[in-house]
């Protein structure tokens, strides 16, 4: 969970996941539905469908043991290097080099080292920095201090060199690059997509489709999606073989992924009666359509038709 998300949002997700699913077996175990909702708004669902792999893969593969080499642990379904090697370091005392982003940050300063970290060439120089530094003993308070060493004094802005307890030799301090290092990201415009939405209710109840497990959310549960330019209302007819009662554009809004920004247009209509739900579909009261696994964006849409 704290891959790609701040502490202070995790800690809520994290306990109710831990109450729900307090050792292994009870996540490999789970329904991937019961996953995906305990996740919902914490974003970049593969996080969430790789851990439920890498639980039944433990299972099915490892006898119930959490495998302790570096190499094994990377073999599990989304599981890096830096991840395999922290947990190995961590959990099983393994010489290992970790490197996330806290750690590239105080590399990069200390070491002097220029370019961005995630170009590959800087990154394998990071990763030879990295291993040169490992100590003979204390990995695990080592691997810990590295990463909170980022996270608390070697800030991406602000650090507070004073209390850095190796800025004596740090390049970037002596060399008062403090602020140039790590290489920002290449700036580039994000792409600009746009899609329309559908609201379909009955009789209080909302119709959601399940998407595909690859993808953006993938295997979530979301809205039927169209053109933004296209017939809603034949849309409807032709796919599902209904014409609204009634129809009302709702609000355009934007959500932002890491590679492009969606801008939404819902679209709200009424149906009666009820048709054929096809494959992949299901009809839920709004209240219990909030308990669902939903993006973020579709939770706060479905909030304000409840509210409404």
């Not at 292994?24 to 914490?42: I, K, M, N």
């Not at 970790?98 to 394998?124: F, Y």
Request: proline share 8%; net charge positive.
């Amino acid at each position: 969970m704290l891959q790609q998300t701040q502490v202070a949002t995790v800690i809520p997700y994290f306990e109710r996941f831990l109450a729900r699913f307090p050792v292994l077996p009870a996540l490999a175990a789970a329904h991937e539905d019961e996953v995906l909702a305990l996740w919902s708004g914490l974003g970049y669902y593969s996080r969430a469908r790789n851990l439920h792999a890498a639980a039944r893969s433990i299972i099915a593969g490892h006898g119930g043991a959490f495998p302790s080499t570096p190499d094994a642990i990377a073999r599990l379904p989304g599981v890096g290097r830096s991840t395999a090697a922290a947990i190995a370091a961590l959990a099983f005392g393994q010489p290992c080099a970790i490197l996330d982003g806290n750690v590239k940050r105080v590399l990069a300063r200390h070491g002097g080292l220029a370019g961005w970290p995630g170009d590959r060439k800087v990154e394998a120089a990071l990763w030879t920095l990295a291993e040169s530094r490992l100590p003979r003993a204390g990995i695990e308070a080592y691997t810990q201090g590295m990463m909170d060493l980022g996270a608390l004094v070697c800030t991406r802005s602000r650090p507070d060199c004073t209390a850095c307890p190796v800025n004596g030799d740090c390049i970037a301090r002596t060399q008062c690059r403090i602020d140039e290092l790590p290489t920002p990201r290449p700036k580039k415009t994000l792409p600009e997509k746009q899609v329309q939405m559908l609201l379909l209710l009955d009789r209080g109840e909302l119709m959601l489709e399940k998407r595909p497990s690859q993808g953006i959310w993938g295997g979530l549960w979301s809205l039927p999606e169209l053109a933004p330019d296209a017939d809603a209302a034949g849309h409807c007819r032709d796919r599902f073989g209904f014409v609204p009662l009634t129809q009302q554009a709702l609000p355009q809004f934007t959500h932002s992924f890491t590679h492009f920004r969606l801008h939404i247009r819902p679209v709200r209509l009424h149906l009666a009666p009820r048709h054929a739900t096809l494959p992949g579909q299901v009809w839920l009261p709004l209240a219990d359509a909030l308990d669902a696994a939903l993006p973020a964006p579709i939770r706060t849409l479905v909030k304000q038709l409840d509210r409404r």
